[in-house]
Structures are given as C-alpha cells and as structure tokens.
C-alpha cells in the first residue's frame, strides 16, 4: 500500500449532463503528444473526479429543462438544453435531493433494504404517492414548522445578539429555498390544489369527502338554556395583519413583501396563495365561488397530472444514471474510511468517446494515468452500462380487438461495437470494464428467473476468445427499484360541485393516475462498487478477523468459501431465489458477475441482501470463464515489479523474486494467512528469464491454475547473486 496506494478508482463511460465538461474537452487536440501534464491531469479531477454521490450531484448538476407550448398548451422537457428558445422561457429543473422523485426512490430503497422484503411482497404504493400533491405540500408543512419556529426564536433575541445573526442566517436560507417556487408556476400547482381541497372541503366528512356550506360558529347556550351554534364574528382582515402579538402574521406580511420584491410577472391568486401556505391566517370567510374553485382545481389537477407523466418520462432514464452511481458509492458501507472509492466520469456518450478522432485522446489520459511508476489516479476499473438487446420477436396482430402496449422507440443504449472497440483500447492499460446489458424486466431477476441466461451469454459471443476478453465482465441481473407492474402513482381525484358545497368524485375513472413504467438499476454500477468496496483493508475489516491493513483487496477471491456471504451488497432481496435448472446452468457455464438472490444464513442469522453468486470475466478456462480476481492479481504483481525493478531491470527481477528473505516475493509467503494476501495457500509465483528474447515469463499458480505474465527486461551491466 506504501507503493500503490488505491487499487478501485473506476472510469464511468457515461453522459450525465451535456452542459458539463466532458473528458474529451478537457484532453483537447493530443496531435504529437504521448502523455498529458500534471496540470491538466489536475484539471480532469477538478471537474470529472467525485469520491462521494453529493460530490457527484455537486459537480455534474443534473438537469432537466422545461418550456411551455402555448399551441398545446402543454409544458415539455429535455436533458438537453433547448436550443433557439429564449432563456428567459426555460425553467431549470436541478435532479438533486430535493427532487421529490429521487427523494421517494431513495426512501424506497433505504425502506426495502430495512425490511428486506422481496418485491413480491413489498408494498411500493405505500411510498409511490410521495410524488402527489398531498405528500408534497406535507413536505412544505414540515419547512413552514421550522420557518415559523425559527422566526420566534429570531423575535426573542436582541438584535446584536450573535445567536439572532446565526438565526438570521439560517431563516434566509429557507426563504430561498421557498422562494425558488414563487415564479415556479409547475412547483405552485399541488399547493394550489391542496389549497383548493383544504378550502372547499373544510367542513367534509372524512369518509365521504363531501362539504356543505361552512360557517364557523362558537357554542353557546341561549336564553332558554337550548344549545346552539351561531355564527362567530369575522375579523377585519386589515386588522388581523397589522396585530403585532401573533408570530404568523409578522410572517405573512415578510412572504407578502418578498413575493412582491422578486416576482417578475405578478399575480394577486398566487400572492396569497404563497402567504396561506407558508404563513396560514385565521380564515377570512369570504363568499367562495364554489363553481370556479373546482374548476380551477380539476384544472389545476389534469394538468399536473399530464405534466408529472412528461417529466418522469424524460427524466426516468436520468435519474437511473443517478441512482447508479449512489448505488456504486453505497456498496463502500463501512465506519472506518480507508481507500475510498472514487469515480472519473467520462461525461460523454460511449459512441462519441469511441470515434477514431476522439480514441486517441481517451489513449492520451490512460497513457499518463496508467502508465507510470505512479499510481495515485491509475484507473483499474471501467463502468459501461445499457448495452443495447435486439428486441425480441412479437406475434404481429391483424386487428387490435383489447388495449396492448402501445409501441414505444426501442431503448437507446450503448452498442456492443463501441464496447468491443472500448475493450481493445484499455485492453494495453490494463483495466477490467464491468458491464450490464440494458436495466428493463428482462433483465432482471424476474427475468432471469424465467428466462435464464443464455441469450445474454450468446450475446457476449463476439467478445469471447479476444485479447481483451479477461478485461471484459458482464454483469447480471439487473437491479429493480420498482417493479413495471407496481409503479402506479395515485396523483389526486377530480371534484365535483354539488348544491351545498362541493366532494370528491367516487367514479373510477375520476382518479387520476399515473405509470411510472418501472425503475431500473445496471448490474455493473453495483458490481464495480462492490468489487472497489472490497479492496479497502478497512472495508474487508468489518466482516474478516484476518486481515493485513498494508495489502489491498486485489487476490480477495468473493466466490471462495463464505465471503460473498460476508462482503454483501446494501441491495435488498428481490426474489426467492432461482431455480436449481437455472443455478445447475450459471454452476456449468461459470459465466458472467452474478448476483444472487436466495436464502442463506451466517452464524445462525438470515442473509437479507443480495450477495454475489460468480465473479468471473469473458477469459475462457477448460471448466467455464476466469475469475476477475486473476486478471488484477497479475496486474498488481505487474506494476509492483516494475516499480521495484525500474522498470524491469535484469538484476533487479532476479532480486525481486529471490529466496532472500527480504525480497518482495518472500515477503508476499511470509504473508499467507491473510484474507487479502496477494499469495495465498495453494498460490505460487515462479518466472523464467530468456536471455535471447530478452523476456521475463512470470507464472502466477492460484490453486492449481497458471496464469502468465510477460513483461520486456531491461539488462543491467552486472549479474547478481539470486
């Protein structure tokens, strides 16, 4: 660890936001140049390298950009920045964490992996309507509670007081973040809608949703004794605002006042629209227009719908980029922080990447990462994900007698060209590229369940039997985060105007509804991280006694013994296991990185996340493919020997694999007894110099199986002693 310091930074081939930098930019023209300067490797890592999921949202600010069309009256969003529309008619919409979908699939997932619940049994509605209105104006009520609590403490202190600044500090900060909605008119209707619903339904029994005439009365008893409401007295409602002993309405005249200060195009409706919902007063019982309210509202409603179905459309295919790349640093779960994982994002298409204009630019970077005596920003793995599938054959119909699957463009991915010439280039940098066929139900584990897994073998047949097939590793299955079937959001029900007051419609087809048409994670995003999880010492101390804190994870072998049951996913379980005919068929093939599902136990306890079945890439050996742990064990040892030898020096190779017990070789024996000893029991390491080729052929023996390396020696002037 004192020479090669990480052994897990991971290269992801993939376009998060095009407005970005990208790594072909910043590498710029390579004409005549074999390596890159320090400064411009700085400069890469400034923009491209993130070592957490909010360094990554920080530097690559997701987005999703809507315009309205005034001909369809609809609004519309792009991942791209629309070009040949005014600025000022753009909206920005950040994907972060305060994105009310992402917020509800990260509860989902924390949710499913605190239950570990298979997702037949996993209730998904019950988190699914965190989108709707009525869950986002809860939201709002939990943000109006520490506004109003803040505001109190702030009216208590003295104005010089350091705590009344520090809390005047925290109370802009809200008002910003409540504020980025007032010329939002999209982010205005649920609260609009819940407002609508809060005032029309004020009186309403819970169970039939119906309201009468409301007016609010006190109790009393009248001169007879006999019991009656009668109408309380309304407040003036000037008065009400200028009443210095309520904390609410000091609020409501602030809210007034800054809607009025940075609103561009005004409006009176939205105005107190604002002030009802961040500084609610008692109600002024002014005649309501029952009609036009709940017109407005099923506008209002229809129109949010049909909005919300556009925007998860757009943005679905995003936001499971984005909860790829959670996915990668979640699987890094341990209290004590070693080799961290890190993540250069490419932040470009793979096809782009892959042109012949812009290869040699991709050849420039890896030549000075991966090609020097120095091993801080090395590159070791590669993420590639959505390798595209042909679409499988569909019985064509002469008539349409029931409602199908309307047809939709197929998927777009990355192609398995642009993989195979990706493979033959980092083939010479020596980096295994983790990869995962298009996330859909396919190719999940629903779908490999019933389907098994050799269509997706035949499709790795091209990759088979090349030079670069051990750098090669499909990952399978897919991870599902919610399930096609079970992705039904209830958004609200239309109302309906009665005589008295106004309910909520009862029909079944006033509930409007919308299909978020599943969510999906690659297999390959979980897998590098699993895999950069495991070679931190640290990481490997949480569920291992013996381990050696100056070796990196690289000959961990996660398929030996009871280990994929010890270094496990965070994913939760989502069947009840496969078959034995589709395990009896993964056991023959030894195909593929492959997760597991089943039930398993450990020391008496129950194994409720998904672990990891086979580790192997697409080199072929007599019994099946390799195991990955092979092919960096030889890139390790590599590296270390030119170290050692500079560069492969005659003598120096002769000293590093020597009986001396304090060569490089007799150290690694020494260290056998380790969990991530590079040579561990029933392992050898033996080399055979050819003094006519000037060639050192080293062969690594893991259990029994041999695997060479050669590497070009440098002679010396003098011999040494072994």
Not at 218 to 229: H, V
């Amino acid at each position: 660890m004192e020479i090669i310091n990480q052994t897990n930074r991971t290269m992801l081939f993939e376009e998060i936001n095009p407005e970005k930098l990208d790594l072909i930019t910043l590498v710029g023209d390579v004409k005549g140049i074999d390596s890159l300067s320090d400064e411009k490797i700085k400069e890469i890592n400034q923009y491209l390298l993130v070592k957490s999921f909010d360094e990554f949202l920080d530097k690559f600010s997701p987005t999703v950009y809507s315009f309205y069309n005034a001909a369809n009256q609809k609004v519309m969003y792009t991942l791209k920045k629309p070009e040949g529309i005014q600025e000022d008619c753009i909206s920005e919409i950040p994907i972060d964490q305060n994105n009310d979908f992402l917020k509800m699939l990260f509860t989902l997932i924390d949710t499913k992996r605190s239950q570990g619940i298979t997702n037949v049994d996993f209730k998904f509605e019950n988190l699914l309507d965190m989108i709707s209105p009525k869950k986002v104006m809860d939201d709002i009520r939990q943000v109006r509670k520490e506004i109003h609590y803040l505001h109190s403490e702030y009216e208590k202190l003295d104005d010089n007081d350091p705590k009344k600044l520090d809390t005047g500090d925290k109370l802009n900060l809200m008002f910003e973040v409540a504020s980025k909605n007032y010329n939002n008119v999209m982010a205005m209707l649920p609260l609009a809608i819940e407002d609508i619903k809060t005032r029309l339904l004020l009186g309403a029994n819970q169970e039939e949703a119906t309201s009468e005439k409301l007016q609010i009365g006190t109790l009393s008893i009248g001169e007879k004794g006999e019991l009656k409401i009668i109408e309380a007295p309304k407040p003036d409602s000037s008065e009400l605002m200028v009443l210095s002993g309520d904390g609410n309405n000091g609020l409501s005249t602030i809210f007034e006042e800054d809607y009025e200060a940075i609103t561009e195009s005004q409006s009176s409706y939205v105005k107190d629209l604002v002030v009802r919902t961040f500084a609610p007063l008692p109600m002024v019982q002014n005649t309501i227009d029952v009609e036009t309210e709940v017109q407005n509202y099923n506008t209002y409603l229809e129109f949010y719908k049909d909005a919300k179905d556009e925007f998860v459309k757009t943005v679905k295919p995003l936001v499971e980029k984005l909860l790829g790349v959670k996915m990668y640093f979640d699987q890094y779960a341990t209290k004590n922080r070693g080799m961290q994982p890190s993540l250069i994002v490419t932040n470009s298409k793979l096809d782009m990447l892959v042109k012949s204009n812009n290869l040699p630019r991709l050849q420039a970077y890896l030549n000075t990462v991966n090609s020097k005596n120095d091993f801080t920003d090395t590159i070791w793995y590669g993420i590639v994900p959505a390798i595209e599938l042909e679409a499988t054959g569909k019985a064509q119909v002469s008539r349409a007698r029931f409602k199908g699957n309307e047809k939709v463009a197929k998927l777009e991915g990355n192609t398995m060209e642009s993989l195979s010439m990706l493979l033959d280039t980092i083939k010479d940098y020596k980096i295994q590229i983790f990869f995962n066929f298009i996330a859909e139900e396919t190719t999940t584990f629903n779908g490999i369940a019933t389907a098994g897994i050799d269509r997706l073998m035949d499709k790795c047949l091209p990759l088979m039997r090349k030079d670069y097939s051990e750098f090669a590793i499909p990952c399978l299955p897919n991870f599902t985060i919610i399930p096609k079937d079970k992705s039904g959001v209830v958004i609200d029900t239309r109302m309906e105007a009665l005589e008295n007051g106004a309910r909520l419609s009862k029909e079944k087809e006033d509930i409007l509804k919308l299909w978020i048409e599943g969510v999906y994670v690659g297999a390959s995003y979980v897998a590098a991280g699993l895999a950069s999880a495991y070679q931190c010492p640290e990481y490997l101390k949480e569920s291992f006694r013996n381990v050696k804190k100056s070796y990196p994870g690289v000959r961990f072998d996660i398929e030996a013994g009871d280990n994929s049951l010890r270094a496990v996913t965070t994913m939760a379980k989502e069947i009840s296991g496969f078959t034995n005919n589709i395990k009896d068929s993964i056991n023959s093939k030894n195909f593929g990185f492959v997760f597991s599902s089943e039930n398993a136990q450990l020391q008496g306890k129950d194994i409720k996340r998904i672990t990891v079945y086979k580790a192997r890439s697409l080199a072929m050996e007599e019994d099946g493919f390799d195991s990955i742990y092979k092919t960096q064990v030889s890139t390790y040892i590599e590296r270390i020997l030119r170290f050692q030898s500079g560069d492969f020096k005659h003598e120096n190779i002769v000293r590093f694999f020597s009986n001396n017990p304090s060569s490089q070789k007799s150290q690694w024996i020494n260290d056998k007894g380790f969990i991530n000893s590079v040579i561990q029991d029933g392992d050898d390491i033996g080399y055979i110099i050819d003094e006519k080729t000037s060639l050192c052929q080293i062969d690594l023996v893991f259990n029994g199986n041999v695997k060479n390396l050669e590497v070009s020696i440098t002679k010396g002037t003098s011999a040494v002693k072994a």
